[in-house]
């Protein structure tokens, strides 16, 4: 499950997508210009972004262009009725890490979406993230080590670690934090989530993960 920017200019192919793939457990923020896109992508980070091309304002390929030029890492993926290959190669030039042609099944765009989502921090470069002094997280593996040795960790408690580090610095609310760890057949659990909190607090440290009344938690690595 991801926050997804959804830039679409047709409405009720946004409305569609949008709907889809909030039934399938993601959060999405959807938008109809590029401008709009732009201002979004500032406010917030994003898992994953999903562009049409000719958009008005500014096009999906400027939108991404421009958020790569400003280190916004999320993978991105392309939904053009274009099909030339220079076209294509623009689009990977600009940034994208996959496109869809319209028009396009929505199961098609789900197994895209997952794809991508499912890649570890998508274009980090470096292969470990420091936490603290003997504490490092390796993204290639999605592995949390402590001293040198790997932490084996909860389905849960792995999964919110992963979702806190990809968001470190900004407040990830409850209801944010249910989707990413419930399946859609589950029912969340809010005493759980305290649990796997403090869980996560014992190994990385207390003052690394912060309750944030009312609102939900957010997570600081060592600077």
Known sequence: MGKILLLEDDANLNETVTEFLEEQGHEVVSVYDGHEAQEKLY???????????????VNGFEVLKEARENDVVAPAIYITSLDSV???EKGFESGCDDYIRKPFELKELLIRVETLLKRSFFHEAKELRQ?????????KNNELIVDGEAVNLGNKEARLLKLFMK???????????????????????????RTYIKNLRKIIGKERIVSIKKQGYKFSAQK
Do not use: C, M, Q
């Open 43 to 57: 406010e917030s980070k994003y898992d994953l972004l999903l562009l049409d091309v000719n958009t008005p304002g």
């Open 86 to 88: 220079d076209d294509l």
């Open 131 to 139: 936490i603290a002094d003997n504490i490092t997280y390796d993204i």
């Open 167 to 193: 968001n470190e610095g900004e407040v990830i609310i409850h209801e944010r934090i249910y989707k990413h760890l419930w399946d859609f057949d589950e029912e969340p659990s809010d005493t759980a989530l």
